[in-house]
């Protein structure tokens, strides 16, 4: 295949030993959150050990702007353990990117609502955007997200293709880049990150590397303007999640930003329809405004979720992270994005670039946050059990209230909740606290109980604090 | 008004840890800076500061013993607390994300050998003052 010479460094290319060499090049397909951050890192870690070379990200969007030009469509949490993992290695995420710092999550059921606090009022988890913002807005008094992180690529050396690539082939062992319009480019790795929402995922089943696309479910995303002063009222600095018995809803959550808020909504083959019974249900207008008219949305998008990694996702000088590759099941899609790509940057500048070393060094990482996944899915069978008997909704919510009422007992559902939602622990994790004997004989206790209808107290403040109140 | 708008907000002169206490997690300075200090004999000795993008506390993780400082704001401070579980999973899966704590360590372990030689001179220069008062005393 003819291809302009670009002068890619000397490197071994005998299988299994291949490796980055000072004036290696590689490409990051997709300047999302895992290609900026997969970028950042290997720039930094080659630096640390005085090797040069070069990076590309292409990325035909541009966070800054508003509307889906600019925007990786998303609830915008960034998960607890995330905003501690890249505070450790440095990355700041300024004010004007976390459009809210988030300290509590407000569990909505029909049987009542359930609040559970960080421990010291401390703002743990960070609602920011995406993109430049919803449709409606001129001009954006925020930094995104993923423009946040793309600077911080660039700053680290990393040049921007505003480009879209078109086709990925081999040539004597390396990967060829095509964009539209411009030359063929040869590179000594291909790091793919464009996530599920392209079309370009097809181009890598066709190359004969035993890679099958993410297994992916469609969403519904609205973005609604409250202000921020009426969210600072209603919503304020809580996520609210809701366990509706709503048919075909699954899960379903409003998140504050700044002066908006996103309603993420996951189910059987999502629709408006779907969007507009959940906008209509009682739960949902006891937290917003009166006044709100769900009509008025300044934003809607129907993007995909990776529910099932890939199998394989790499092969010789080509990898495949964030969701793209393998990601966590409904939660922290960030988290693991952050998670496999700087697993993905380690292995390539300290194991080599050979798909005996991704196998190896990349593909375990990968495998862990699979096999939690499986995991995961037991814990959301739970949770859909949940949805559906009114009982269990009781008991959850009885278990959580009495919790609190006893500041001084270990908040066992309390904690399970939290990071069921703020999916910051492994499901393996919350799975194994799920079936304490402890929560188990407190469940059984209470099951009398919420036959009488009857839901303890709660005090305001406390660790892990849960506030409940009677919905009618 | 904070540039940041994680973590908790200490006000001024509030402390974040206690000297003795045990240490279940470490921090980050969002915002803001922090004072160090140890009570010697009932006198308050400010060993040093800290300001943004700053870790501390990690100290009492690393060596399972008790807070060897206390932590006071210096004005209006934010700070984020990392749980030890959370670093201890992700060290155990990435070893990388100890390098900005080494960097940290080692940049205070070299301004403390220079403290320790600045005030080794400083010694010498008093005791060598002293005597030559006592030889002309
Ligand atoms: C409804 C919904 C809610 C969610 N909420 C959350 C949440 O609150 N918190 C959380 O952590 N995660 C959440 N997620 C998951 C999260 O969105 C993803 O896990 C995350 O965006 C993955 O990052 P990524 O970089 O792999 O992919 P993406 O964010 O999808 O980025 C891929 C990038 O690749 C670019 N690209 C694609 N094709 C090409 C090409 N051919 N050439 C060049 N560039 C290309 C795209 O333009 C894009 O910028 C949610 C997902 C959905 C669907």
Redesign the interface.
Known sequence: MATAHTPTAESQSSAGDAALVDGSRVAVIGGGPAGALFAHFLLQMAERVDLEIGVDIYEPRLFAKPGPVGCNMCGGIISESLVQNLALDGVRLPKDVVQRGIDSYVLHMDVGSVRIATPNEEMRIGAVHRGGGPRDVTEANWESFDQHLIEMATDSGAKIIPARVDAVTRDDGRLVLQVRDGEPQTYDLVVVATGVNTSILKTFEGLGIGYERPQVTKTLIREYFLGQDVINETLGTSMHVFLLNIPRLEFAALIPKGDYVTMCLLGDEIDNALGDAFAAAPEVRAVMPADWDPEVKSCQCLPHINVRGVEKPYAERLLFIGDSGVTRLYKDGIGAAYRTAKAAARVAIFEGVSEDAFREHYLPVCRSITSDNRVGRYAFLLTQLAQRLRFVRRIILYVAAAEQATPRRRPRMSSILWDMFSGSAPYSDIFMRMFHPVLIVRAALAFPATLLSRTPRSTPGAHAAISTKENR | M???????LYEDGEIVVRQGEVGDCLY?I?DGTVEFLTEEDGTEVILRTAG??E?FGEMAIFERQTRSATVRARGPARI????KK??M??IN??P??A???VVTMSHRVRELSHEVVQLEAELRSLRAGAGSAHADG
Do not use: P, W, Y
């Open positions: 904070s540039e940041a708008a994680l973590g908790r980050v969002q943004a993008n870790v984020l607390t990392v749980d959370n670093f999973r992700r899966e990435d990388s994300l390098f900005n704590l």
